[in-house]
Structures are given as C-alpha cells and as structure tokens.
T-cell receptor
Framework: DTGVSQDPRHKITKRGQNVTFRCDPI?????LYWYRQTLGQGPEFLTY????????KSRLLSDRFSAERPKGSFSTLEIQRTEQGDSAMYLC?????????????FGEGSRLTVL | GQQLNQSPQSMFIQEGEDVSMNCTSS?????WLWYKQDPGEGPVLLIA?????ELTSNGRLTAQFGITRKDSFLNISASIPSDVGIYFC????????????FGTGTRLTIIP
C-alpha cells in the first residue's frame, strides 16, 4: 500500500463526455503529481501541486484538462469533451518534503477508455 | 513529450538468470531512479541514485549512475518469478525539479 488511492479504477465514456478522477494521498504527502501513461509508454508528467497550489503544468495539459487540490488533501483531474486520444492510464503520485527527490508513491491509476 | 531510451524493450529469460538493462538520454540528468510496474498497478520505486558514478544495491538489484550523467544501468541477479513486470528508468534534470522524465520501459518475462 503506497498510501495513494485513486478512483475510479476504470472509466469508459463516450467521446464528448466529461470525466473526473480523484486522488487521495495520505495527509503527510504535501506534494502531489498527475501523470498520464499510454499503452507501451512510460508515464508523462501533467501537473504538480504543493499543498493546494498548482505550481507547474505540462504543455500536454490542454485547455480541456483541469486539476484542483482545494484543501491541499485530495485532488481531482477533470477532462472535458473527451477525445479518443485521451484514452490512457491517469496516475496520481505523492510524496512529502520541501524538495522533489524523484522518490514518488504512485496510486494504482485510473484507466480511461474513450469510445 | 521527451522519454528516455531503454534497452532492451523486452527480455525473455529463465528463472535464475541474471538480467541487465540500460537507459540513455541525450541530455544530462542529476538524479536517476528505477521503478517497476506490475500489470494494472502504478510504478513502485526500486532504487534512487544521486551521484555520478554511484553504484547502489537493493537486495538482488544493483543500479549505477553513469559517469556522463546521460545513462544508468540496472542489474537483477538470480531472477525469480516475482521479478516479472515492466522496469522504467526515470530522471530528474535538476534536484528539486518537479518533472520526472520516464523511459520507454523494459518488459521482463520469465519463461517456465
């Protein structure tokens, strides 16, 4: 158990629908990341929160994507008007400390399939 | 986005064999890490390396941080069935940088 829970584990949706994923890290994890992993590839960085502040976003995060961490605890990742290219595993990772060492605790991921 | 190059892409070995895989980059990384991912799960950290030339072990796993800072190697000795999975290298360009860059992965399969 990494202390990072994600929900739902699987989501199937039709193109054009909105979807939301949730990540719950343990309270000690002040740093929270979202990554996207497509089939046969390694995870790709999407965005980073330190407590409730979103401090970095990747160019991969188009304007259809939005992430929040309102109270510095759980986080949500929303995709609006989904496209087939959004089909992927969305991974949440978290850790504690003031500096990123790369040592992240990943959740089990939320797999999105867009039909 | 940028991904590190890993080789081989896949390996088929017999239980008990040793395994070697590597990861290369066109740019320098100041931190190298190795993660393992089982099917349907998130990656789990195996080893972290913070100094060029560093050699670090974790049980049967040994990893090295290349002198050029552009590569890293992972060795697994005396493989067992639970070693099956996908191994990813990952790099941080600068200590404190938030973006972890992952490799393309090496899939390890053990032939019965």
């Amino acid at each position: 158990d990494t202390g990072v829970s994600q929900d739902p584990r699987h989501k199937i949706t039709k193109r054009g629908q909105n979807v939301t994923f949730r990540c719950d890290p343990i309270s000690e994890h002040n740093r929270l990341y979202w990554y996207r992993q497509t089939l046969g590839q390694g995870p790709e960085f999407l965005t980073y929160f330190q407590n409730e502040a979103q401090l970095e976003k990747s160019r991969l995060l188009s304007d259809r994507f939005s992430a929040e961490r309102p109270k510095g605890s759980f986080s949500t990742l929303e995709i609006q008007r989904t496209e087939q290219g959004d089909s992927a595993m969305y991974l949440c990772a978290a850790t504690s400390g003031s500096v990123n060492t790369g040592e992240l605790f990943f959740g089990e991921g939320s797999r999105l399939t867009v039909l | 986005g940028q991904q590190l190059n890993q080789s081989p892409q896949s390996m088929f070995i017999q239980e008990g064999e040793d395994v070697s895989m590597n990861c290369t980059s066109s740019s320098i990384f100041n931190t190298w890490l190795w993660y393992k991912q089982d099917p349907g799960e998130g990656p789990v950290l195996l080893i972290a390396l913070y100094k060029a030339g560093e050699l670090t072990s974790n049980g049967r796993l040994t990893a090295q941080f290349g002198i050029t800072r552009k590569d890293s190697f992972l060795n697994i000795s005396a493989s067992i069935p639970s070693d099956v999975g996908i191994y990813f290298c990952a790099g941080l360009a600068n200590f404190g940088n938030e973006k972890l860059t992952f490799g393309t992965g090496t899939r390890l399969t053990i032939i019965p």
